[in-house]
């Protein structure tokens, strides 16, 4: 069975992970092939967007505990290596990264959550970080979850291992919203398509100034962005984007016809 299923649709490429019987349990092999799909669809001038899915009842209950019984450390050194380059991978890519959660989201699952650029999420989810009642405190799904949601709130949820529900990962900033479970797919199409009416290049560069600049002191990340907003200026479809507004009219991209 692959462990990666991915489709292909005006402009937008579906991952799904794919072990609902291990509940999408992050394995060493899922991991690689989920960083292997993202690098190569990265490079794919077609796709425009990015939607990351779970196959059954749950989005990601984490890492596969069960491979990560009596290993050495050689093991673990490699599973969490490839962990962190399939999260770095996410924010890599030219393309909007979005989340399509249901069920939980837990662990590495979470962290899947909190790495994407976007996420929307049913509006009976769950997302937990419950490693440290097992002993494994979830260290790497920190990062970006402490990113998305500051540091007390993800204190919380490291220190207590408690779940919390959508309408809180809402405001907290984890999720962007949380639909009815019927509507789940359709509000994530239609979020992808309101992106996909501007400029795929403008979105690129857009989207790695975002990640350049976001952790600096606001002297330095103006020192970043400055130079992108300039160079921006001056590309074709800031040119044409500018003439339409000027002009009342809907811009037609010239990137996207080349």
């Known amino acids: ?80 290596d490839r962990c962190t380059e399939a999260m770095l991978r996410l924010h890599a890519i030219p393309q909007p990264v979005i989340a399509q959660v249901h069920g939980v989201a837990t662990a590495a699952g979470c962290q899947l959550v909190a790495a994407c650029d976007l996420a929307i999420a049913t509006d009976d989810c769950r997302f937990a970080t419950p490693g440290v009642r097992i002993g494994l405190f979830c260290s790497t799904p920190m990062v970006p979850i402490t990113r998305a949601i500051g540091r007390k709130r993800a204190m919380q949820m490291l220190l207590t291992g408690d779940a919390i529900d959508a309408d809180t990962a809402v405001a907290w900033g984890l999720i962007n919203a949380a639909v009815p479970a019927a509507g789940l797919a359709d509000a994530v199409t239609d979020l992808a398509g309101r992106i996909m009416e501007h400029s795929s290049a403008v979105i690129g560069i857009g989207k790695e100034a975002f990640y350049r600049q976001v952790d600096e002191p606001e002297t330095a990340a103006y020192a970043i962005t400055s130079p992108v907003m300039s160079d921006n200026a001056a590309h074709v479809d800031a040119q044409e984007g500018m003439a339409a507004f000027h002009q009342k009219r809907t811009p037609q991209w010239p990137s996207q016809f080349k």
């Open 1 to 80: 069975m692959d462990l990666i299923l991915v489709a292909q649709e005006q402009g937008i490429a579906r991952v799904v992970l794919n072990r609902p019987e291990r509940r999408n349990a992050l394995s060493l092999a899922m991991l690689e092939e989920l960083g292997r799909v993202v690098t190569d669809l990265g490079a794919d001038p077609t796709v425009r967007v990015v939607v990351i899915a779970g196959a059954g009842p749950v989005f990601s209950a984490g890492h596969d505990l069960a491979e990560m019984i009596d290993r050495d450390e050689a093991f673990y050194a490699e599973l969490f």
